[in-house]
């Protein structure tokens, strides 16, 4: 999809991040853009920031967690500005602790906003974009925790890497199909943004994003918070999506240091079959 003026994009948690710094970003192209989120006080801040400048934005309270409010998102923004030609599945929450400190709860949280809200997505919105049959695309938000495992995140690796997985095998049912819409997963390392207080937007009784009375959550959670305060800024992951999608690419990467941590990976794959680093973050 190389041409967003007039065009319609719908971007999940689209209310702060890389959500919002994409919806001002694809906004200066000239595209409608609708904003989901289940923040509601923030969706109203960035509905209004975007319409002060000078953007046509419908702001829609969305959980994703709710199949019957992604479909309800995507009437609103057909009712507001007609047919949709770019999704951005960016909703995104994360956990601290290891696999087994981790509750069913947080483990289902995690895994039903990165994953099953991104397959929710893609399924209702593909038709609607394949209907209309102008060039079209669908970004889903990923991590570079979906490119290479590490500990105590175990349900954001497994949610990460999932949307991977599913990324690529609809690009490559666009491929074989000759659509209209394309597909792309964005793999960021550290961004500035909300992600590590993911729990402001937890329901009721969770008890937090870190295990509880886990140690080394709470180290972990720390060191996450560190490197999220220390990334760069989502203005910089909006350039570079809005470049990458314009080329078609599939994998986006937003860190020069990813080309050598997936290199490192795939060489380990293929050699001795052992991870080249053994973090021990937080013991
Ligand atoms: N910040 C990083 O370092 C980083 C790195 C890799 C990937 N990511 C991914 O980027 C995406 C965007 O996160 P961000 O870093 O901008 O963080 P953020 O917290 O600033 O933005 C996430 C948005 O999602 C919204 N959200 C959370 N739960 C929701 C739900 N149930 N329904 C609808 N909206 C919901 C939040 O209200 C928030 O506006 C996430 O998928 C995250 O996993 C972030």
Redesign the pocket.
């Known amino acids: 999809m190389k041409d967003f003026k007039g065009r319609t994009a719908v971007i ?10 994409l919806a001002r970003r694809l906004g200066q192209e000239g595209a409608n853009v609708v904003i ?4 509601v006080a ?2 109203q801040r ?1 509905a209004e920031q975007l319409d002060n400048a000078g953007i046509a934005v419908e702001a829609v309270t ?5 199949r019957a ?1 992604i479909v309800a998102l995507a009437d609103a923004a057909e009712a507001r500005f007609g047919a949709i030609h770019f999704l951005h ?6 956990t601290s602790g290891m696999a087994e400190e981790l509750s069913d709860h947080q483990w289902d949280w995690v895994m ?3 994953l099953r ?1 991104v397959i929710w997505g893609c399924r209702e919105f593909l038709p609607r974009m394949k209907a209309h049959g102008r060039p079209a695309h669908i970004l889903n ?5 979906g490119m290479s495992g590490g500990p105590f995140m175990a349900p ?1 690796f497994t949610s ?1 890497f999932a949307v991977v997985g599913l990324s690529e095998s609809l690009w490559h049912e666009a491929q074989a199909t000759g659509s209209n819409v394309g597909i792309s997963v ?13 729990d ?2 937890q329901p009721e009784g969770m008890g937090g994003w870190v295990a509880a009375g886990s140690q080394v959550g709470a180290r972990f959670g720390e060191f996450l918070s560190a ?2 305060d220390g ?1 760069i800024e ?1 203005s910089e992951v909006a350039d570079t999506i809005l470049a990458a999608v314009k080329r078609d690419k599939l994998w986006i990467l ?1 860190h020069a240091d990813s080309v050598e941590s997936i290199t490192r990976r795939a060489n380990a794959i293929v050699g001795d079959g052992i991870p080249p680093e053994v973090r021990r973050m937080g013991q």
């Open positions: 999940t948690g689209g209310a702060s991040g890389i959500g919002f710094a989901g989120d289940v923040e923030a969706l960035a969305t959980d994703v967690t709710d409010q599945n960016n909703a995104g929450v994360a039903d906003v990165n809200a938000t990923a991590s570079m925790a954001y990460k964005l793999c960021p390392a550290f961004v500035r943004t909300g992600i590590a207080r993911s402001r937007n490197g999220v990334g989502p937003t």
